[in-house]
Nanobody, 126 residues
Framework: QVQPVESGGGLVQAGGSLRLSCSTS????????VAWFRQGLGQEREFVGC???????EYGQGVVGRFTISRDNTKDTVALQMNNLKPDDTAVYYC????????????????????WGQGTQVTVSS
């Protein structure tokens, strides 16, 4: 199994941008769907978006038009570009990977992912 490792979190003002990166310390992301989830304090983990190896991506409702997921298969990394950040985006952001094949669209549920990173904190100040 892959082992996702997140980087790039930090503190940013509202309206600013931040870029997170996910790499793997074991094996390769080849053949995996890679996703970003986030969890705010006292909240449930929320789907942010995911990307398959071909580059097709889907996003959660709260980030459409502001966040972009990209994938560099040569460097084996997945990035989450976050623009126009809001205080509500404050959360721990997790990278997750799935090697499953899913019917009915790309995987958007936590249980569909079998490898998780430790998370990186993103704090957006008002």
């Amino acid at each position: 199994q892959v082992q996702p490792v997140e980087s790039g979190g930090g503190l940013v003002q509202a309206g600013g941008s931040l870029r997170l990166s996910c790499s793997t310390s074991r094996r390769t992301f080849s053949g995996y769907t890679v996703a970003w989830f986030r969890q705010g304090l006292g909240q449930e983990r929320e789907f942010v978006g995911c990307i398959v190896e071909s580059g097709v991506a889907e996003y959660g409702q709260g980030v459409v038009g502001r966040f972009t997921i990209s994938r560099d298969n040569t460097k084996d990394t997945v990035a989450l570009q976050m623009n126009n950040l809001k205080p509500d985006d404050t959360a721990v952001y997790y990278c997750a990977a799935s090697d499953g094949t899913w019917l009915g669209g790309l995987p958007r549920k936590e249980w569909q992912y079998n490898s998780w990173g430790q998370g990186t904190q993103v704090t957006v100040s008002s």
